[in-house]
């Protein structure tokens, strides 16, 4: 079986050899920028991790604090279902979700989408386990992730016909980091992986080796 990585390799392939030179440099200078200016940076390894309640796909309230009285929790921060690389990962934690579970941890992802598009992206890639609606970022926020996206990659996302704003349901088009966090039961941050290229994932078996250690 390919591992994510692999899967995130092909699937830039294809999108080198359909997109346009100005679009992949847009994109790509909008990465860039990002990362010099040195914002959202994430929580890192030792910080205590912000308790929070968001609403499932099914508009039901989930509480991190209840979670992690069951074990150790694994928190992915995603940016929509509307995002190819975001859908590879989501779909690479469902096949290690028995793993992870073996591992004695959990598993929740998190996107400013509303329930409704939540619960459209769990159902098209078939996810077994919480995916949360973090409204207005304010838990990404609170994990130090948001970015407000350049005017120009605004422009470029919907001329590709992607309403990321209508997704979200207000007209901020701001974003979180893809990033990874494992949070032990005491909520402490254990594990830290934030990127500000969003085509870089981390491997799910990473995470199930951190929570093997714990």
Known sequence: MSTLQEEIQDYKKV??????????????????????SGIAQGLKVGN?????TLLDATGQKVSFK???QKGPVIVTFYRGGWCPYCNLELKA?????????????ELVAISP?????SLSTKEKNELEFIVLSDEGNKVAEEFNLVFKMPD?????????????????????????K???????????????????????????SKVIDVLKNL
Request: net charge negative; aromatic share 8%.
């Open 93 to 105: 934690y469902q096949r290690e979700l028995t793993a992870i579970k073996e591992a004695g941890g």
């Open 113 to 117: 989408e509303l329930p409704d598009s």
């Open 48 to 52: 205590q991790a912000p308790d929070f």
């Open 152 to 176: 120009y990659l605004i422009d470029l996302y919907k001329e590709s016909g992607l309403d990321v704003s209508g997704h979200n349901g207000n007209n901020d088009w701001e974003l979180p």
């Open 15 to 36: 999108f080198k050899q359909k997109a346009s030179k100005e679009k992949q440099e847009k994109m790509k200078q909008a990465t860039e920028e990002l990362e010099k």
């Open 178 to 204: 893809p990033a990874t966090f494992v949070v032990d039961q005491q909520g402490r941050v254990v594990f830290a992986d934030v990127d500000s290229d969003y085509t870089k994932r981390t491997e799910p």
């Open 66 to 68: 209840n979670l992690l």
